[in-house]
């Protein structure tokens, strides 16, 4: 049994192998289910690269079953950057078929959804926030659910993206940054990424200064709440949403970033993601949001 980080941003699923120097590793050698194959391959991140080849052999999520699925046994990992740090030793993508990038092979959710697998062609997304998780695959857990879902059909042809109209930043006039970009929601990523320019503003709205690669505030500073416009409704995030486990003297970190795409987008990632229960519906290429049942307990609106 090896963790695996279930990641909505690519669609490749992989697992690291002796040669990486990551562990734990899979051996193929100890499956008797396996049948290699010598198809190359290579999957890009953000992060960085990762090479290897192609196998076969049987997969198990939970009580799910898959057969003679085909799945990248990567010799190295070198390129991307600290996953040799990581608490789990490969990535199961979850996105959109364009993403895929293994030749001949199928994703997971298509592998899942072929064979009969799920019970809807759906998964929902739950973070527990400093609590357990959880993935539902051919549903959604109602326990996890506060309110009805909130859906927007996905933009684009590559990721799991929605409109994202404006931001805004605490209840301020003229704290509003128009934006019309695509919002990737993305379990892979743990912060809330933007373009170079619209998180500048952001950042300055949110009084927060960069700090080598951090952006950093004062830790007995109060952050204003920040409120993302997706389609026609607001999703808002306390500003204590925002700070990470991250310190330098009295300054503490935030969860916001630099990201540079082919396509100017934003990208949700875990930040949001425990602040709102999502769903991922493949067949009707629409995404739906609502509020997360352990955010009741907090005091801010979270939901506009």
Same mark, same amino acid.
């Given at each position: 049994?090896?963790?695996?980080?279930?990641?909505?941003?690519?669609?490749? @699923?992989?697992?690291?192998?002796?040669?990486?120097?990551?562990?734990?590793?899979?051996?193929?050698?100890?499956?008797?289910?396996?049948? =290699? %194959?010598?198809?190359? !391959?290579?999957?890009?991140?953000?992060?960085?690269?990762?090479?290897?080849?192609?196998?076969?052999?049987?997969?198990?999520?939970?009580?799910?079953?898959?057969?003679?699925?085909?799945?990248?046994?990567? #010799?190295?990992? #070198?390129?991307?950057?600290?996953?040799?740090?990581?608490?789990?030793?490969?990535?199961?993508? %979850?996105?959109?078929?364009?993403?895929?990038?293994?030749?001949? =092979?199928?994703?997971?959710?298509?592998? %899942?959804?072929?064979?009969?697998?799920? &019970?809807?062609?759906?998964?929902?997304?739950?973070?527990?926030?400093?609590?357990?998780?959880? &993935?539902?695959?051919?549903?959604?857990?109602?326990?996890?659910? +506060?309110?009805?879902?909130?859906?927007?059909?996905?933009?684009?042809?590559?990721?799991? =993206?929605?409109? &994202?109209?404006?931001?805004?930043?605490?209840?301020?006039?003229?704290?509003?940054?128009?934006?019309?970009?695509?919002?990737?929601?993305?379990?892979?990523?743990? /912060?809330?990424?933007?373009?170079?320019?619209?998180?500048?503003? +952001?950042?300055?709205?949110?009084? =927060?200064? &960069? +700090?080598?690669?951090?952006?950093?505030?004062?830790?007995?500073?109060?952050?204003?709440?920040?409120?993302?416009?997706?389609? @026609?409704?607001? !999703?808002?995030?306390?500003?204590?949403?925002?700070?990470?486990?991250?310190?330098?003297?009295?300054?503490?970190?935030?969860?916001?970033?630099?990201?540079? %795409? !082919?396509?100017?987008?934003?990208?949700?990632?875990?930040?949001?993601?425990?602040?709102?229960?999502?769903? /991922?519906?493949?067949?009707?290429?629409?995404?739906? /949001?609502?509020?997360?049942?352990?955010?009741?307990?907090?005091?801010?609106?979270?939901?506009?």
């Amino acid at each position: 049994t090896l963790e695996v980080m279930f990641d909505t941003g690519s669609s490749d @699923a992989w697992l690291p192998t002796k040669e990486s120097g990551k562990s734990p590793y899979f051996d193929p050698v100890r499956s008797s289910t396996h049948q =290699a %194959l010598t198809t190359p !391959f290579c999957v890009m991140y953000v992060s960085g690269t990762v090479f290897g080849h192609l196998g076969s052999d049987a997969l198990a999520i939970g009580a799910l079953r898959l057969s003679n699925f085909t799945i990248g046994l990567a #010799s190295n990992v #070198s390129e991307v950057r600290f996953f040799n740090l990581m608490p789990f030793s490969g990535i199961l993508g %979850l996105g959109l078929p364009t993403l895929f990038g293994m030749s001949g =092979a199928s994703s997971v959710m298509e592998a %899942l959804i072929e064979t009969g697998e799920l &019970l809807e062609p759906v998964f929902g997304f739950y973070l527990g926030d400093m609590e357990l998780g959880q &993935l539902v695959f051919g549903g959604v857990d109602p326990t996890h659910i +506060v309110g009805d879902f909130y859906y927007l059909d996905v933009v684009g042809e590559g990721y799991w =993206a929605v409109p &994202l109209q404006s931001i805004k930043v605490g209840n301020l006039e003229n704290s509003t940054l128009t934006v019309k970009r695509p919002a990737i929601i993305d379990s892979g990523t743990s /912060f809330l990424a933007g373009p170079r320019e619209d998180i500048r503003v +952001v950042s300055m709205m949110l009084g =927060a200064t &960069l +700090v080598g690669q951090s952006y950093m505030m004062p830790c007995h500073q109060e952050l204003p709440s920040i409120s993302f416009k997706l389609g @026609a409704q607001d !999703f808002a995030l306390t500003g204590r949403d925002l700070v990470i486990h991250k310190r330098i003297g009295s300054m503490c970190a935030i969860g916001l970033e630099v990201v540079n %795409l !082919f396509t100017p987008s934003w990208i949700l990632g875990d930040i949001f993601m425990r602040r709102y229960y999502v769903q /991922f519906d493949w067949a009707k290429r629409r995404i739906g /949001f609502a509020r997360a049942a352990s955010a009741t307990q907090k005091s801010t609106p979270d939901l506009v």
